[in-house]
């Protein structure tokens, strides 16, 4: 199967993107991965939010309120506040997940400002980031939530991940990552991307090479075996850049773990990174030398006098501080590793 996007120009994603061989389980399950539980909810309770409009910051009455799920609130109940602690007391009186206030007026102008921001030449990813721009113009000014995410997420800007992108990644080259599940019966989720052209011109999954290794033989002995999906994806596709093999049970300890989770995992083989670019190792150094340097201004500051802790607190800041300024993300303008540690939160049940 192939998909056209409708798009001329410099972007992320090719405007003439090729999806084949895509395997809706796993594809299902990278969503499962990736995104926060409160979000995905249980099977027996899917997570739900609620909306409120009200007339400004100074009159909380709330005009409208909506809950996902069940339709309009009659009568809604007042808002405390719009802190996130007051928003959050209103979402658990409503048996709701998360909130989200709106100025009536807000909508409007909003709407306003992404369509003079958007041009037909522009890729979903910076029409994405065009749209978190504005919302976050307007968060605590017209735009409340509870979790407050919007405060958490930076400004990407498209330029600095466009280049980021080129820097980190060579092209005409393919990336490679496999979650297996954890009783090793068969390949949780699975991704090949590959890069042409500057852009990622192509996506698959492990049924595109399934002739070649069966995903049960390969998922049995992955650990052993991934070097075969490495030349197989070499051979169809192009040379990985990056390959990136575990088990389900390992990403979630990452996902929730401490910032040097992933380089102990590595330590103890439970993830392969095969290639690993010069980057990605130097990235994980730091990350490790960063968190290292946290735990131990924590440790130190305990034992020392009050006017002295303050030293032992800047170990952790000049750490993070070098891996900003001279690190392969230096383009972006933030520090996906300390950006990580404040979403992390999202991903505990």
Request: include cysteine.
């Amino acid at each position: 199967m192939q998909v056209t996007e409708v798009c001329w120009g410099r972007t992320v994603l090719s405007h003439e993107l090729e999806l084949f061989d895509l395997d809706a389980r796993h594809w299902r399950h990278w969503w499962q991965l990736l995104v926060p539980p409160r979000v995905l909810g249980t099977p027996e309770r899917r997570p739900r939010w609620a909306l409120a409009v009200i007339e400004s910051a100074e009159n909380l009455a709330p005009i409208k309120a909506v809950v996902a799920g069940q339709g309009a609130v009659d009568p809604p109940p007042p808002l405390p506040g719009l802190d996130e602690a007051a928003l959050t007391r209103w979402a658990q009186a409503l048996g709701v997940d998360a909130a989200i206030v709106l100025e009536r007026h807000i909508v409007a102008r909003l709407s306003q400002e992404i369509e003079r921001a958007l041009r037909y030449d522009q890729d979903l990813v910076e029409q994405a980031l065009i749209t978190l721009r504005a919302l976050k113009r307007h968060a605590h000014r017209g735009v409340w939530t509870a979790p407050s995410v919007l405060e958490l997420i930076p400004p990407v800007p498209y330029d600095g991940l466009q280049r980021t992108f080129d820097l980190l990644v060579p092209d005409r080259a393919a990336l490679v990552a496999y979650v297996i599940d954890d009783d090793r019966r068969a390949v949780h989720a699975s991704i090949i991307a590959v890069k042409r052209g500057g852009d990622i011109a192509l996506a698959t999954t492990h049924r595109a090479i399934d002739d070649t290794i069966r995903e049960a033989a390969l998922a049995r002995h992955w650990d052993k075996h991934y070097d075969r999906v490495l030349d197989a994806v070499e051979a169809r596709f192009g040379k990985p850049a990056i390959g990136v093999f575990l088990e389900r049970a390992t990403l979630q300890r990452i996902l929730v773990g401490p910032s040097d989770q992933l380089a102990r995992e590595l330590n103890a083989k439970r993830v392969v990174i095969d290639p690993a670019p010069a980057w990605l190792l130097g990235l994980l150094g730091g990350a490790t030398v960063a968190a290292m340097a946290t735990r131990g201004a924590r440790a130190l500051a305990q034992m020392l006098p009050a006017a002295t802790r303050e030293r032992a607190a800047g170990l952790a800041q000049r750490a993070g501080a070098a891996i900003r300024e001279s690190g392969p993300f230096a383009q972006l303008g933030f520090d996906p590793i300390e950006l990580w540690s404040r979403l992390r939160r999202f991903y505990r049940p």
